[in-house]
């Protein structure tokens, strides 16, 4: 684990199941370094640092010949990690963020706070085990992990939809539209915006 200069945070995780090297940006351009051996999951990532202007660079490794979820659900735990360092004391920051996306036929809603009080409420069915080789159950978890990591209350709502892809990626957008809004710079909030003084 390691804080990085400006809004960075980098991450080293490595066991017996992962093998991950992640690092964040708050303050880029939507740059992305993306390696990872889960192809779906790879451009849900793309898409969400490319739409949270976010940077982020991942190189990970996992026992995918047993099954996808160690790498999905290790890689939310680095994102919520490096997240969490990057984010540091929270001040001036607009703490909320709040997002719809339409994918074609599909709506997602996400909502988020940077409360220091990690919290899923998830709501989406998709209709579908498997998008392709992608178990579609694996979209909770990987925000399971980065809700718990980056200590966020993230609420996840599919309205509708009925082509599992759009789904999946409606949410993906919906919640990197709604991190960046909430770790936006905010001249007028001073120190961290809460009564208790901290997040």
Known sequence: M???NNRTGAIERKTNETDIQLSIDLDGVGRRNI??????FGHMLDLFAKHS???LTIDATGDIEIDDHHTVEDI???LGEAFRIAI??????????????PMDESLAHVALDIS??????????FGTEKIRTFHTELVEEFFRAFSSHAQVTLHINLAYG???HHMVEAIFKAFAGALSEAVRRDGTVRGVLS???ML
Request: charged fraction near 20%.
């Open 53 to 55: 202007g976010f940077d």
């Open 116 to 125: 220091g009080r990690p919290f899923l409420v998830f709501h989406a069915t």
């Open 162 to 164: 009925t082509n599992a």
């Open 35 to 40: 390696r990872q051996p889960v192809p779906f």
């Open 76 to 78: 939310g735990i680095c």
């Open 2 to 4: 390691e804080a990085l």
């Open 195 to 197: 009564t208790k003084g």
């Open 88 to 101: 540091s004391d929270k001040s001036g920051i607009r703490r909320y963020g709040s997002r719809y996306v």
